[in-house]
């Protein structure tokens, strides 16, 4: 008994070899992005525009040339309410130098919520919403609290994972980075 | 007597029209939407921080904000889409259930179909010639043999 076996199409060919290095190809990219660790020290900062909740636009250029720190926080988070204090603390001993940059970013919070931690812990630094957490995936952060400090050349210096336990602690960083530059 | 019952009866259907779904829902929309609506909102939105769990379901506390604002937006008068719309510009496309079907996303509305598609194509064409018992030649000697066998055995009777 012979087998009366038709022969696929050249075109029929290409387009299910194509089919599946696309798909591939996707996955590969996907697994890629996710694979990526957090930032890590001497990486250039990623570009980032943050609108704060009183209006203000802050863009990641304009800083050049001043040490920035960027903490990563939530409403709903337990350990950013312990470093809350300590951020403030060390915002109001650098505050009036002009070279250093506190920037909090609120991570799916509600604005309502935000506004009331904000007010509920004094602080003072500039603060937003991370819209459609897109500083958040640029920066591949892992979860909530997470700080980088950026040096005057747009630099990672130094990420926190978790919070900051003291005011010492902020400031060995940024006193460091001063210091250096 | 008969004016009674039509009233009786007109009183009795102005109840009915009152205690129906329709009449419950447009005193609702003014003012707090019911924990029902929030969370059949909730179910097609994820929880943030614990990954591939409703938000109907979810309990953290970043959860029961989310909720809360569910509940907000929904008396403001938003549709269900305007709130769907709202989260995702927020908090990122990551937190919708059913994303947009536009760009890369088609992906995931084509795929699925298209993979049973070609699966059920497949199975079509060969299951019936895989049902077949194949005529190999190893059947083919077998019977040879056999006849030959037969043969012998008749020669020598």
Same mark, same amino acid.
Request: with cysteine; aromatic share 8%.
């Given at each position: 008994?012979?087998?009366?076996?038709?022969?696929?199409?050249?075109?029929? +060919? /290409?387009? #299910?070899?194509?089919?599946?290095?696309?798909?591939?190809?996707?996955?590969?990219?996907?697994? +890629?992005?996710?694979?990526?660790?957090?930032?890590?020290?001497?990486?250039? #900062?990623?570009? @980032?525009?943050?609108?704060?909740?009183?209006?203000?636009?802050?863009?990641?250029?304009?800083?050049?040339?001043?040490?920035?720190?960027?903490?990563?926080?939530?409403?709903?988070?337990?350990?950013?309410?312990?470093? #809350?204090?300590?951020?403030?603390?060390?915002?109001?001993?650098?505050?009036?130098?002009?070279?250093? /940059? @506190?920037?909090?970013?609120?991570? /799916?919070?509600?604005?309502?919520?935000?506004?009331? @931690?904000?007010?509920?812990?004094?602080?003072?630094?500039?603060?937003?919403?991370?819209?459609?957490?897109?500083?958040?995936? #640029?920066?591949?952060?892992?979860?909530?609290?997470?700080? @980088?400090?950026?040096?005057?050349?747009?630099?990672?210096?130094?990420?926190?994972?978790?919070?900051?336990?003291? /005011?010492?602690?902020?400031?060995?960083?940024?006193? +460091?980075?001063?210091?250096?530059? | 007597?008969?004016?009674?019952?039509?009233?009786?009866?007109?009183?009795?259907?102005?109840?009915?029209?009152?205690?129906?779904?329709?009449? =419950?829902?447009?005193?609702?929309?003014?003012?707090?939407?019911?924990?029902?609506?929030?969370?059949?909102?909730?179910?097609?939105?994820? *929880?943030?921080? *614990?990954?591939?769990?409703?938000?109907? &379901? *979810?309990?953290?506390?970043?959860? &029961?904000?989310?909720?809360?604002? =569910?509940?907000?937006?929904?008396?403001?008068?938003?549709?269900?889409?305007?709130?769907?719309?709202?989260?995702?510009?927020?908090?990122?496309?990551?937190?919708?259930?059913?994303?947009?079907?536009?760009?890369?996303?088609?992906?995931?509305?084509? =795929?699925?179909?298209?993979? =049973?598609? &070609?699966?059920?194509?497949?199975?079509?064409?060969?299951?019936?010639?895989?049902?077949?018992?194949?005529?190999?030649?190893?059947?083919?000697?077998?019977?040879?043999?056999?006849?030959?066998?037969?043969?012998?055995?008749?020669?020598?009777?």
């Amino acid at each position: 008994m012979t087998e009366n076996k038709k022969p696929v199409s050249i075109v029929g +060919r /290409v387009l #299910a070899w194509g089919l599946l290095l696309a798909l591939l190809t996707l996955v590969a990219i996907q697994l +890629r992005s996710s694979l990526q660790g957090i930032l890590t020290r001497g990486e250039q #900062a990623p570009a @980032f525009t943050l609108t704060t909740f009183d209006g203000q636009t802050v863009r990641s250029e304009d800083l050049l040339g001043k040490v920035v720190l960027l903490n990563i926080w939530a409403s709903w988070c337990a350990p950013c309410i312990e470093e #809350a204090a300590h951020l403030e603390q060390a915002w109001q001993h650098y505050k009036d130098r002009g070279d250093v /940059v @506190f920037l909090g970013l609120a991570y /799916v919070d509600t604005e309502k919520e935000s506004l009331a @931690f904000i007010e509920e812990h004094n602080i003072t630094y500039l603060n937003g919403p991370d819209l459609g957490t897109t500083i958040y995936t #640029a920066f591949r952060a892992r979860g909530v609290p997470e700080t @980088f400090v950026i040096n005057k050349y747009g630099e990672i210096a130094s990420v926190k994972i978790g919070p900051y336990l003291s /005011v010492e602690e902020i400031t060995t960083v940024i006193d +460091r980075l001063l210091e250096l530059e | 007597m008969k004016r009674l019952g039509l009233l009786f009866a007109l009183s009795l259907l102005l109840a009915a029209c009152a205690g129906s779904p329709a009449a =419950i829902q447009s005193t609702q929309q003014g003012g707090a939407p019911s924990a029902d609506r929030v969370n059949a909102v909730a179910k097609n939105l994820y *929880c943030p921080v *614990c990954a591939n769990v409703p938000l109907d &379901v *979810c309990g953290t506390a970043a959860c &029961v904000q989310w909720r809360g604002q =569910i509940a907000e937006l929904l008396a403001e008068g938003y549709s269900e889409q305007q709130v769907y719309d709202y989260f995702a510009a927020q908090y990122g496309q990551g937190v919708l259930a059913l994303p947009p079907a536009r760009g890369l996303n088609w992906l995931v509305y084509l =795929i699925p179909p298209l993979g =049973i598609g &070609v699966a059920a194509l497949f199975l079509g064409r060969n299951l019936k010639r895989w049902k077949q018992p194949a005529a190999t030649s190893q059947t083919k000697l077998d019977d040879d043999y056999a006849r030959k066998l037969e043969e012998e055995l008749k020669a020598r009777r």
